[in-house]
């Protein structure tokens, strides 16, 4: 089963032990604990033809119910709900639960008949397309290692830091610190996709921070959001948990985080004011954590590790504390810039010309040791080369027509 489908899988079977530990009466006249399990047994008995159909229909199932469940459990597990609404969510949960297992037990190209495709192929893994996961554009991170240049070292080292296990309080905040285009995105991706990394952390999330929210006004609500998304929560029931103010949001992050080894990369803290800074500071000390900070939504004690990046020290430093920092510097190795650029200027089957070389000092001058500038550079070039290709590939046409007319 894959990673996703692995994660929410766990989610729902922890779910079902809530419900059977709930003393509510209500959850007995529903036998809403033994539905749960009947309907687990039929998604890990689903096998479609297709190993992305399985991942897809596991997938889009368990969203849909770990919403619902979700939801119930937060109803259950907070003080002050009235029987009315736990039983209109009860109810909610039984018909959706009816729903899905009629779909599962129905016939397959039935089933998918009509559905809008989520999943497609790439590299190997199976990526969701669907338009109401649209937040796979932040906690998807890909990267391709040969094109990793000069911070070799440096992955390595947060692989291991990664994997070495947290014995003080089962928690680890570390802090990404440079100047733009110094590589930190890199560097954590490469981390992320290690496949030991991977074996270690369920779930993994990637939250970019840099893009500001347009509709959200409040950004702390929003950073809460964007990982609430990532965890498959729909924007229907994360919209319901804002309007009930900043608290119930982290709330919900750590009833979902709850026991697990968590990794979560927050990519691009930048221009936060001090109230949001107040918000995201990632505090180790129980005692020190409101209800309404984003630390109360991270549980610790079972390894869960939080790694932000971020262009300002202090930003950095006031989230995960000084001692947590590690500071990315421009590459000292000009050599390392040099390839960077060339694998920017090789796409497409482009051949750098000779007369590169003879710029070379020039252009490792204006990278400054960044390899954003250096690669950015490359693609400039890259763009003129392709445009010349084409442009003779078309004259080449034209001057083929005429002879042949």
Excluded at 214 to 230: A, G, N, P
Excluded at 319 to 344: H, Q, T, Y
Aim: glycine share 6%; proline share 4%; net charge neutral.
């Amino acid at each position: 089963m894959a990673e996703i489908e692995q994660f929410l899988l766990g989610q729902f079977e922890d779910a079902i032990k809530t419900l059977e530990s709930s003393t509510s009466d209500l959850l007995k006249v529903f036998t809403l604990p033994k539905r749960c399990k009947e309907l687990k047994d039929l998604l890990v008995k689903k096998a479609p033809e297709t190993r992305a159909s399985l991942d897809w229909v596991r997938r889009e199932k368990l969203y849909c119910i770990n919403t619902v469940m979700g939801e119930l459990q937060m109803l259950l597990t907070e003080p002050h709900h009235s029987t009315t609404e736990i039983l209109r969510s009860a109810r909610n949960l039984c018909q959706r639960l009816n729903q899905i297992s009629k779909e599962l037990q129905a016939d397959k190209k039935a089933e998918l008949q009509g559905e809008e495709k989520a999943a497609s192929v790439e590299d190997g893994k199976d990526l969701p397309l669907k338009k109401d996961l649209e937040t796979y554009r932040w906690s998807s991170p890909s990267v391709d290692p040969t094109k990793i240049h000069g911070i070799e070292d440096k992955v390595l080292m947060m692989e291991r830091l990664l994997v070495r296990k947290e014995t003080k309080n089962g928690f680890r905040a570390i802090g990404i610190v440079g100047v733009a285009g110094v590589g930190k995105t890199a560097l954590c991706k490469m981390a992320f996709n290690n496949q030991e990394v991977k074996n270690n952390f369920l779930p993994r999330i990637w939250v970019c921070l840099s893009k500001q929210p347009k509709e959200d006004t409040d950004y702390q609500k929003e950073v809460v959001k964007r990982i609430l998304m990532c965890l498959g929560l729909e924007d229907e029931i994360i919209d319901e948990l804002k309007q009930g103010g900043l608290r119930k949001l982290p709330f919900a992050l750590r009833q979902r985080l709850k026991g697990k080894r968590y990794l979560i990369v927050l990519d691009d803290v930048w221009n936060l004011d001090e109230e949001v800074q107040k918000f995201c500071a990632l505090s180790t000390q129980d005692d020190k954590i409101g209800p309404e900070q984003l630390a109360y939504g991270l549980p610790k004690g079972h390894g869960g590790t939080v790694i932000v990046t971020s262009r300002s020290r202090k930003i950095a430093e006031d989230m995960v504390g000084k001692k947590n920092l590690r500071e990315l510097l421009p590459l000292a190795n000009k050599e390392s810039c040099w390839e960077i650029f060339c694998d920017a200027v090789k796409k497409d089957e482009i051949e750098p010309p000779e007369e590169l070389g003879m710029i070379k000092d020039d252009i490792l001058k204006n990278c400054a040791g960044l390899p954003l500038v250096a690669r950015m550079m490359g693609q400039i070039v890259h763009e003129k080369l392709l445009e010349e290709r084409e442009k003779n590939a078309n004259q080449t046409q034209q001057e083929t027509h005429k002879r042949e007319g």
